[in-house]
């Protein structure tokens, strides 16, 4: 070895290879001209290969006695130095790979050059205030860093939000990007597009978006914007799946966006119709009762206890319903056809009385049970409660397994209808609509009459006529933690495709149930979801559950092993209250008091070997 040149330029590298947690030093090579820079991309050698890499430290010094290798070559631009260091907080918050992030911060392609940074211009709005005044509540949010929760009605035109957002003289007096994150990538090209119109400096493009544009938009990898200084951070629909990333690591753009705003000390503004349990604690803002109520649609509820089972699914209010819709020819039927939901993803299953058709619940959380093996006793997956198979309503012993299939729906309902019925079901049918955008545009791609599918139907649409949930019991009582979120959610998306109160009587959604009393459809049908919501959070503060505790899934071929260093780990933790379970076949659940309990547990524990292992730190669909 001989000794390194004193005059050598030192970097520090990250390489993006997932299974190197190792940081390497290279030397600047003398001749090169373009900036290096800590997150600038560059390629490196390494074992006899070159490998694609970010600087994450700068003026290294040498290490004696050691030859530092030169860098290879300059692979262009990459995110800014606040964004290198929150991809480290992220790697150990969701137990991942730091590459990961560093690699949802980067361009896809390689960028040599920044364009020059507009200054900033805004233009007044030029719509009016929606009906829940969203543009009027920015004013009530305080001023200075903080996170706040702001509760909009679904059919909030939420445009005059970002618009006083981007527009309001204390964030215009800071220098950085407003950062405006949606759900889809689709809403949030929309946005944009509407942002532009009216005169604002508004991008998508990554390469804009690190040279300082006053607006950027993004979906959830937007979270990630290499955006070099922020003066405000708008999260539209907070509660949408669509934030959180459902492969390893499971991290939440959510949670991204507020940790940017604390390091950068600006507002964080979080907009939702019905803020998840995951929300709670942080201050909230809501329009009032009657601006609320305006803002959700007609929700009509079909009570299915007692229904003859020879109509199957389509009760007589349905096929009302239906006939109402195609027979008025006054209606566009290819923009606003009458959609219906039916949902058995993950082989969803209901047991009801075979006597008076009450569904077997659990008595502690009212998530639907099944039965054990020996049909002996029912059992909830949510809270693994156990109880007789009994029927709580009647005292009856026989229950009956309630089931269909979507194809077989659509079929039955061609028939009774008399008109063609497309079948959606599946991601490869998901188009996002954007409630954000003007007008729904007709799909082109269907000009159906009426359509069936699972929830994958929401996402293609853009407008209907009406939404009918076949059996919105199979979301409602899912035995899943979210199963309340996920619900409220479906019907705010639906809700969005019918418009608020007041549009032709058919306009409605429509919900067949055999728990008409749930205190969700009580709620949604008021347009009152504060009562629910604040019901939720109580019930996972007394059980212990997210937000109030945190929660790991580990699974793969290496789970067993992991998961025995964790509990041998935890068990060490006198007193921290981990805990380590079985979670089905071949899973783990390690449950903390908090997220720095659990997430320095991860981290301290080594991982074996291989890619037969999973972490899923707050697993979604638990």
Partial sequence: ??????????????????ALSKEFDYAVPPLWTEPVLVGTRVRAPLHGRSVRAWVVADDVAPTLGLEVRRLKSWLGWGPPASLVELAGWAAWRWAGPESTFLQAASPKVIVRSLPAAPSPH????????????????????????GVTVVRLPPTTDLLDLVLAAATDPAVSARTGSVLVLVPSVGWAERLCARLVRRGLMATTDWAEARAGWPIVVGSRVGAWAPAPDLAAVVVLDAHDDAFREESAPTYSAVDVAVERARRAGVQCVLTSPVPPAGLAGIPMLAPTTPEERAGWPAIERVDRRNADPRTGLFSEEFVRLARAILDDPRRDHASDPLVCVYNRKGGARLLACSHCGELARCTRCGAATSASPDKSTLHCPRCADTRPLVCASCGRLKMKTLRAGVTRLR???????????????????????????????????????????????????????????????????????????ETLALLVRAGRLVGARGGPSWARVQLQTRVPEHPVLEAVVRGEPAPVLADEVAIRRTSGLPPFAALALVSGPLAPGYADALAREARQLQGAGVVVTTAGEGAWLVKAPDHDVLCDLLARVERPPGRGLRVAVDPPSF
């Avoid at 070895?1 to 997932?18: L, N, S």
């Avoid at 009016?128 to 001023?143: C, H, N, Q, Y």
């Fill in 1 to 18: 070895m001989t000794q390194a040149h004193v005059h050598q330029r030192i970097v520090r590298v990250r390489t993006d290879v997932a």
């Fill in 122 to 145: 805004h233009a007044a709005p030029t719509e009016g205030a929606s009906p829940a005044g969203s543009g009027r509540m920015w004013t009530d949010v305080p001023l200075g860093p």
């Fill in 411 to 485: 079929e039955e309902l061609a028939a009774l209808l008399g008109v063609e019925v497309e079948e959606v079901s599946g991601v490869s049918a998901r188009r996002v609509p954007d409630p954000a955008d003007e007008r729904h545009e007709p799909d082109t791609r269907t000009r159906a009459r009426v359509l069936i599918g699972t929830e994958a139907v929401l996402h293609r649409l853009r407008g209907a006529a009406a939404v009918a949930f076949l059996d919105i019991d199979l979301h409602l009582l899912a035995p899943r933690l979210s199963a309340t979120d």
